[in-house]
Each structure stands twice: as C-alpha cells, then as structure tokens.
C-alpha cells in the first residue's frame, strides 16, 4: 500500500503506516485467504473431470 502510494505520488502522513500497519496487514491476509479459497473451489471442480476421477456409471450403488 504504501508502496502504491509512492508510486502514484502521493504521500502518507508522518506515522500513519506505524499507526495503521497492523490493520494494513489484516486487509491484504483477508484479501489473500478470499484469493486461494476461490482457486481451491475452481480446482475442487475442475481436478476430478480432467483426471476421470468419477467412479464408472456400471458400478451397482447398492453398497452393504
């Protein structure tokens, strides 16, 4: 964030990241769990149709 800011030319205010670091922090590791939970779901669909890994329609489902 405070990278971002220089690169766009803006400045922070003195101790504003010391103040806020934590909570800077919090916002990009939420952001980051959201990110690898949606490829997780993606993938939870995708993984068993490109490895055939559904059991064949032939298999009786009367299991004891």
């Known amino acids: 964030m405070v990278i971002k800011y220089k690169d766009n030319g803006l400045e922070l205010e003195a101790g504003f990241y010391p103040e806020h670091k934590r909570s800077m922090a919090m916002i990009l590791f939420n952001d980051t769990q959201t990110f690898h939970?949606?490829?997780k779901k993606i993938a939870a669909c995708i993984v068993p149709?490109?490895?055939?890994?559904?059991p064949p329609e032939n298999i009786d489902d009367n299991a004891e």
């Open 37 to 39: 939970s949606e490829i």
């Open 49 to 54: 149709f490109k490895y055939g890994l559904y």
